[in-house]
């Protein structure tokens, strides 16, 4: 019962707010004098030097956070390297049949072992570099999507408002339903 009422409802809220705004309204209001901000200068800004579209943007308490995960990930990214590199090169001495070469991890570690760990900071340094780019290219969509939105409270009219009222809904071979209508009013 209370699953039905609640798609009733949701049905309602589509259908009505798709009528409530039908009247080719648009929620811009005329053109005003700005300064055309540029999303297209915001993403080059960025991809040159994190964090410069979004001081572009007057974003600039992003900086930090920007800066700070590319700084922690690098970090993250060398530590896995070098891990990798120690037990590679470990491995290498192990199995080199030289006794001259010192395997720091003879009492440690099994040759199996050595091969593990090799792999297993391998692959983690691989996952931190694409963890790493992935946090760069966001630091690039975060600067356009914040200079698309930059004048987006210049151009939306404030007479905006939204109203619920109760109503019966009658559907196809039913009995009317009670429902609730939204009602989006701009000018």
Partial sequence: MLRSFSLIILLAVLCN?????????SLISPPQKVKDHSPKKAVIMSAILPGLGQAYNKK?????IIYGGL?????VVKFNNDNFQDFKKA???RVDDNPNTIDKYVDRYTTDNLNTLQDYYHRNRDL???GMT????LNIIDAAVDAHLYQFELKVNDD????MQPTNMVFACSRPVPGITLKIHYK
């Fill in 160 to 163: 905006l408002s939204l109203q």
């Fill in 134 to 137: 992935a946090f760069y290219l």
């Fill in 17 to 25: 707010t798709a009528v409530a705004g039908g009247g080719g309204d």
């Fill in 128 to 130: 931190s570099a694409i």
């Fill in 71 to 75: 700084i922690s990930l690098g970090y």
């Fill in 60 to 64: 600039y308490w992003k900086i930090p």
């Fill in 91 to 93: 491995y290498v001495y």
